[in-house]
């Protein structure tokens, strides 16, 4: 199941990168206390399992450790790539179901939402300040979008990495659990907290306004969608946290495989049951090959069977917790509420060093 990501790149930060990542999470594992976790998603859908595997369980490990953490919904996000909001209302009173089905504790961990959060957003200009047109042109997502996307790139998209500086510094978090396309977003990150330091904290050069914020990289298993391309809210092909286990069972029957019925696990050679496999392990916390060496001449019939029984029994909980939750949706508000009203605090006391660092405190 351990996907080197090293291996897949000759890149020497991302070697730097992951002994770094290793390094922190020694240090977490001693004390947590000196590190302070932001995560986001777009709320442009619903969760889906891929998340799960992805970032969902690091979530909660990570809070388990007793990490402090601040979990944002990225409302304002939607919109930089698209015309209308869309179901978002809905989508966000889903994830706050997600969250908290998984094993999010909102008493340990803050989620909010950008919209409501006025002081982060206020952050956005004199970080815009600090940052010029060809670096937002030259981030990787920006240029994928600028390259691939037959819509004009709206101000908003060209400046996110921005935006994302600021959900990450309004809270003065030190430490971001990204994937490594998310690399070169923190590097702009830590450009503007050195920035700011550098035009207006030279009074107290000890103390810097901002953290130097690390990524937390973490061997992240690929899992594609069920027509064996990538696992996307935008092709439909996911199984979602909150999805029953007849859909479910369905949505796996649908699955491509191949002709061979001898199962293995070659996620070059046979990409779509390789899938199935690495699907079954990561729900039953088994390695792949080991899963595909038990189901031996199983055949397709025999993967999806064993696919769907793991895939429903291990979110079946979750499942359960998720329709509780949603049965009562102002409980869920309050709860975003509560941490809105955290993250306002929070934010207004950032707000307030960066103005009376930029003597603007009037
Ligand atoms: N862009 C992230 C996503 O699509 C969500 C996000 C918003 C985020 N702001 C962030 C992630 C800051 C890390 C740090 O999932």
């Given at each position: 199941m351990t996907i080197d990501i090293a291996e897949t790149t000759s890149d020497a930060s991302l070697t730097k990168s992951l002994e770094r990542s290793a390094e922190i999470e020694r240090q977490i594992a001693v004390d947590p206390s000196g590190f302070r976790i932001l995560t986001g998603d777009r709320p442009t859908g619903r969760l889906h399992i891929g998340h799960y595997f992805g970032s969902l369980s690091n979530r909660v490990r990570l809070q388990g450790l007793g990490v402090t953490s601040f979990l944002l919904i990225a409302d304002y996000q939607v919109i930089y790539d698209r015309d209308g909001v869309g179901e978002l209302k809905d989508n966000v009173l889903n994830c706050l179901a997600d969250y908290l089905a998984i094993g999010i504790d909102p008493a340990q961990t803050t989620i909010f939402a950008h919209s409501n959060v006025p002081a982060l957003n206020q952050l956005v200009l004199p970080f815009l300040a600090l940052t010029t047109d060809s670096e937002l042109r030259r981030n990787p997502t920006v240029k994928d979008e600028l390259a691939s996307s037959n819509r004009p790139m709206s101000g908003l998209m060209l400046t996110f990495p921005v935006h994302q500086a600021a959900d990450i510094l309004f809270?003065?978090?030190?430490l971001v659990p990204v994937g490594k396309d998310q690399l070169p977003h923190l590097e702009l990150t830590r450009q503007i907290a050195r920035r700011f330091d550098e035009r207006y904290g030279r009074a107290n050069p000890k103390q810097p306004v901002f953290p130097q914020a690390d990524a937390l990289l973490s061997e992240v298993p690929l899992l594609l969608g069920m027509d064996g391309s990538k696992m996307s809210k935008s092709k439909g092909n996911t199984i979602e946290l909150g999805m029953d286990a007849d859909t479910t069972a369905k949505l796996i029957k649908r699955a491509k495989t191949d002709a061979?019925?001898?199962?293995?696990?070659d996620p070059e050679a046979r990409p779509e049951v390789s899938n199935l496999v690495l699907l079954a392990a990561l729900c039953l916390g088994r390695s792949p090959e080991d899963v595909a060496e038990e189901l031996g001449d199983a055949g397709g019939g025999g993967l999806k069977k064993l696919v769907t029984e793991a895939v429903n029994e291990t979110f079946a909980p979750v499942r359960a917790r998720r329709t509780e939750l949603l049965a009562d949706p102002g409980a869920l508000w309050g709860i975003l509420h509560e941490g809105n009203a955290r993250a306002n605090e929070v934010a207004d006391a950032t707000l307030k060093d960066v103005l009376t660092a930029m003597k603007m405190d009037y």
């Open positions: 809270c003065k978090a030190n061979d019925s001898h199962i293995s696990y």
